[in-house]
């Protein structure tokens, strides 16, 4: 750790530096800002530059490269205020006289040690956002991996048994959702917790949890939320026209229905402003009975998805399949961009990702391996009666759509690429059903490549 070392060195130089008088620029210098502050203990500070400032974010990388579980566990806002503050106590133990790497040698050793608990400290939290889902509001709680979805009343109960919500604030905040109006509460603890749940839930007919366990604040909401929209996709994957479902299935943190509208002017001719509608209310609409057969029938492919969900979560990474589950949480990932996105060349580009990442790789020829051994299809084979060959199918998803837009020479960026989008939309879900089909008749397997095969 030679880097960690000289950037507290140079660290010490600074705080040395700064002692002079008429070090500090005044407030009449060109490029003054007031110098920050970091706390030392019984209410004392230590004052910084942005030098100070920028040795600290270096010196906090280079704790975050030592240790990869950080950068799954703590986003690097989280990580560099952790270290930030574990250097004011750290810099009270040295005297600005003596040499100053030894200085460095014991900042570095208070460092470690007091950035080394809050890494290991977090526990279990459970995260909870509204969501829409289905189109109808009967659906019997389940789960997909560690995410799991349940109607907000169903909810609501499962945490007054679970006593993270009194019967006060159940009674009211049901009141609320039927319509009512209760009377102002008096401001206390559990009155937060009342305003919490009808801000994270909403106007929502569904709550998504997920349950997480090791992270940092930030990180864990930013996984949580990302958990959730893979668990999302893994219901979507049941209908032919996946996008079409997502477009009713959404966290209400995410963009929300809207109507888009625009404004045209043309000579000589009076126009009215136009407009489309923007994502659906609700997905699809399906019985208790039918979801519960869907559920039961498809039971062993959600739980796949649940795995790489579990891996995604994982703050280690270490899950019975890391390999073959980074390869799903990854296609499952570009597959829910591609349904989300609202350009179609960009869409072509994010499922093109999808079949490149359940290929592992291996551009056009990786992909036409995949599809070969997951679909059965043959390169000069017509996908369809009058349509092209699979080797053109895919030439014009990966070389005309992803490649070219990639590297910036694709001359039919003007095009309309919605029917390419449709097809790379089929060749994605199909090949993503297959693999996890795939991976739950070879429970043992952790090898991607053996997807193609």
């Known amino acids: 750790m030679a880097k960690l070392q000289s950037h507290v060195e140079a660290l010490i130089a600074e705080l040395i530096r700064i002692q002079a008088p008429g070090a500090v620029p005044g407030p009449t210098e060109e490029g003054y800002s007031f110098p920050g502050q970091i706390a030392v203990g019984d209410d004392r500070f230590i004052m910084t530059t942005p030098e100070i400032e920028r040795l600290i974010v270096l010196s906090s990388q280079e704790l975050k490269r030592s240790n990869p579980i950080l950068s799954r566990t703590h986003t690097d806002k989280e990580w560099n205020w952790i270290v930030r503050g574990a250097f004011g106590p750290a810099l009270m133990l040295i005297d600005l006289d ?19 608990g809050p890494a290991k400290s977090y526990g279990l939290a459970e995260h909870v956002f509204g969501c829409t889902l289905f189109g109808n509001f009967e659906i019997a709680p389940f789960s997909i991996g560690p995410v799991q979805f349940e109607l907000r009343s169903a909810w609501l109960a499962r945490k007054l048994s679970e006593g993270d919500v009194s019967k006060t604030t159940a009674r009211r905040v049901m009141g609320i959702w039927s319509g009512g109006k209760p009377r102002k509460r008096k401001t206390s603890v559990d009155s937060m917790r009342e305003r919490d749940i009808l801000d994270a839930v909403g106007g929502c007919p569904y709550v998504c949890s997920v349950r997480t366990k090791g992270f940092a604040s930030e990180a864990g909401r ?6 959730a929209r893979l668990a999302m996709t893994g219901i979507a994957l049941r209908w032919a026209v996946s996008s079409k479902a997502l477009d009713g299935f959404r966290l209400l943190v995410d963009p929300s229905v809207r109507r888009q509208r625009s404004l045209v002017f043309k000579p000589s001719v009076k126009t009215l402003s136009g407009g489309n509608l923007k994502g659906l209310p609700h997905g699809p609409t399906i019985s208790p009975e039918d979801w519960a057969k869907e559920l039961t029938k498809y039971r062993d492919d959600f739980n796949v998805v649940g795995e790489a969900i579990t891996y995604y979560l994982s703050p280690d990474g270490k899950v019975a399949r890391p390999a073959l589950m980074n390869c799903f949480a990854q296609a499952l990932l570009w597959f829910h961009e591609g349904c989300r996105d609202e350009v179609e060349l960009m869409a072509v580009v994010k499922f093109s990702a999808c079949l490149d990442a359940l290929a592992s790789g291996g551009k056009s020829n990786g992909i ?19 349509g092209p060959t699979m080797r053109e199918a895919v030439e014009e998803i990966y070389s005309s759509g992803r490649s070219r837009t990639i590297h910036g020479t694709n001359d039919k960026i003007g095009n309309d690429w919605s029917s390419t989008r449709a097809l790379a939309e089929q060749f994605a879900r199909m090949c993503l059903v297959m693999c996890l089909d795939w991976a739950l008749r070879n429970p043992t397997s952790n090898d991607p490549l053996a997807l193609k095969k």
Do not use: F, H, W, Y
Not at 98 to 116: I, Y
Not at 222 to 227: P, S, V
Not at 374 to 385: A, F, V
């Open 368 to 386: 036409r391996s995949l599809i070969r051994a997951r679909l059965g299809m043959q390169d000069d084979k017509p996908i369809r009666k009058d």
């Open 98 to 116: 003596d040499d100053r790497q030894e200085n460095a040698r014991t900042v570095v050793a208070a460092v470690r040690g007091a950035v080394s």
């Open 222 to 227: 930013l996984k949580a939320q990302t958990a």
